[in-house]
């Protein structure tokens, strides 16, 4: 919520009920801010709902004052960055509010949850995602490339060759494909382009540091 535009948009969720979850990325320094950065999100989140209901003249509404009356959902990506401090504050947070946290991270970090027995006993079930297949990959870029560029299908010679070539960069890897095609928007809009072609690939590529 950086701007009036962002804020618009969560009053719009708001009024349709459907905002109900928080998304955090784990500070890798500075443990000790997560649970208020936590709580601040979920505070905000209120003072928009009851400005949406004053303006809708609706007077009779209590102040909340709990975080789970907001929010039914936390996820944490890089958990793998948190230290013994911010985990155990994760730790407290959901015994605290008997709110669902979901946990993201590289593989080694289920290893790492498993040393801290007070915490890896509330967990639910881990999931670990495999790369993607061909079908999948196929499906994501078919949806991508016709949101950032004049993308017309498979018969069209330079999307199909884009296509392929972001097969072989991301090698079914979804957090490189996802982090290539955010690269690949910002390269086009910068550069006023209408369609992707191996160049561009080639030049999100070099931007990732990502190996051949």
């Keep these: 919520m950086d ?15 459907q905002l109900r979850t928080i998304y955090y990325n784990a500070p890798s320094f500075g443990t000790s801010r ?10 905000r989140l209120q003072l928009l709902e ?3 209901m ?11 004052t709990r975080l789970k009356e907001m929010v039914d959902l936390v996820i944490v990506d890089e958990v793998d960055r948190l230290k013994l401090p911010g985990i155990e504050v994760l730790r407290e947070l959901f015994d605290d509010t008997d709110i669902g946290i979901v946990m993201i991270g590289m593989p080694r970090m289920q290893r790492k ?4 027995p007070q915490l890896y006993s509330r967990i639910g079930f881990s999931h670990e995602y ?6 999948e990959l196929h499906f994501i870029l078919e949806n991508r490339l016709k949101e950032i560029s004049n993308y017309k299908g498979m018969g069209q010679f330079e999307s199909y060759e884009a296509m392929r070539e972001l097969i072989r960069v991301t090698r079914g890897n979804f957090r490189i494909l996802d982090r290539m095609l955010a690269q690949i928007e910002r390269i086009m809009k910068i550069n006023q382009l209408s369609s992707i072609n191996k ?7 070099s931007i990732l540091v990502i190996g051949k």
């Design 3 to 17: 701007s009036l535009r962002d804020e618009r948009k969560i009053e719009a969720e708001i009024q349709k009920n």
């Design 34 to 43: 997560i649970r208020k950065d936590i709580y601040n999100i979920g505070l």
């Design 50 to 52: 009851e400005k949406i």
């Design 54 to 64: 004053i303006q809708a003249g609706n007077d009779s509404f209590q102040l909340k």
């Design 113 to 116: 949850l498993s040393r801290y």
């Design 130 to 135: 495999k790369m993607l297949g061909e079908d």
């Design 199 to 205: 160049e561009v690939i080639d030049t999100a590529k």
